[in-house]
């Protein structure tokens, strides 16, 4: 690495709901900006284009909205993401880009790491959609797990929501030695008090970002989305729970020993937090204990993974068999 301190912008802003080629110029808008005031990364979050789908948790179907979805939602080689990639060229900023991915017309929760030079360094899918997520959104084969590369200042790493919660999928994270991981969600509503989720509430997913930043010494850019009164008109889901009421942003960044950065932003409120990390902090922290070093015991635990892209056509003289990496 050619500097210990990198400067990094998280967004905390709307999706424009349901239009790809806006959403595109606002990304471009925002990467400008974080570059302009010195950010050599930018983290977005979950299926920041086209918007997340806030609408599955409401009801159980809505034909017109998942056409729109589907059509506005961002292909990985495309005329759309050329543009992202420019921008982010243009300006030698690296971005951390939630979105979702139209392959065919179907969809997935994906990710891409591109870097100051504009080039995809890494594509994702989010390995299991959660919950009403499934309704809409496909499993990832052996591709969720190419979460992390190499940029000029850093080891970058992503994953998504409630990824957070997969031991087994954090420790392969972990296991490919990330300095910072962008931790990606939608919009998150405060907790009621009552019998909902205190895990799916915001305190409770910010939580999880932070255990990561403990667990993997690595810094956490905890990126969410929000909504105002517009989005909850365009997704219709005043009557839900959850993502029914303007607010939802949380974003925050955590340190390798899991303390807050940044100080928090008022939740309907369209920002881009700054954060200045210094790296030497990772080697300090881990000193102490490295889950996937020093402090690892693999002549007792391993994990065995599957890495292959699994195909629905096979020919006769093809092998459709998996490969098997083990982590040590």
């Not at 959609?129 to 590369?149: K, L, Q, Y």
């Not at 629905?312 to 068999?321: A, N, P, R």
Request: charged share 20%; glycine share 6%.
């Amino acid at each position: 690495m050619s500097t210990s301190t990198v400067r990094v912008a998280v967004t905390q802003a709307e999706p424009v709901w349901l239009d790809l080629n806006e959403g595109v110029d606002k990304t471009c808008d925002l990467i400008a900006e974080a570059a302009s005031n010195g950010a050599k990364l930018i983290a977005f979050p979950e299926c920041w284009i086209p918007g997340y789908p806030c609408w599955i948790w409401t009801r159980l179907m809505d034909v017109g909205l998942n056409v729109r979805y589907i059509k506005n939602s961002l292909r990985r080689d495309s005329p759309e993401m050329e543009r992202i990639q420019l921008c982010a060229r243009t300006h030698s900023i690296a971005v951390s880009l939630g979105f979702s991915e139209n392959f065919h017309d179907s969809i997935y929760i994906a990710q891409v790491l591109i870097g100051p030079d504009g080039e995809i360094r890494a594509h994702r899918r989010k390995m299991k959609p959660t919950h009403m997520e499934r309704t809409i959104f496909g499993d990832a084969s052996g591709e969720c797990f190419a979460s992390v590369a190499e940029l000029p200042f850093a080891r970058v790493g992503a994953l998504s929501c409630w990824e957070h919660i997969q031991p087994l999928l954090k420790y392969h994270t972990m296991s490919q030695h990330e300095d910072i991981h962008v931790s990606a969600w939608p919009s998150l509503t405060p907790h009621s008090g009552g019998n909902d989720l205190w895990s799916m509430s915001a305190e409770g997913c910010q939580a999880l970002s932070q255990t990561y930043a403990i667990e993997s010494q690595t810094f956490v850019l905890h990126c969410t989305a929000l909504i105002t009164e517009e989005g909850v008109k365009a997704m219709d889901t005043s009557t839900g729970a959850l993502m029914s009421s303007p607010g939802g942003g949380s974003s925050a960044v955590f340190g390798p020993d899991g303390r807050r950065l940044t100080k928090p932003v008022d939740s309907t409120t369209e920002t881009i937090i700054y954060a200045d990390l210094d790296l030497d902090q990772i080697t300090a922290t881990k000193m102490f204990a490295d889950g996937t070093g020093h402090y690892s015991r693999p002549d007792l635990m391993r994990l065995n993974i599957s890495t292959k892209v699994r195909k629905m056509v096979v020919e006769d003289d093809q092998e459709d068999i998996a490969d098997i990496t083990t982590v040590v």
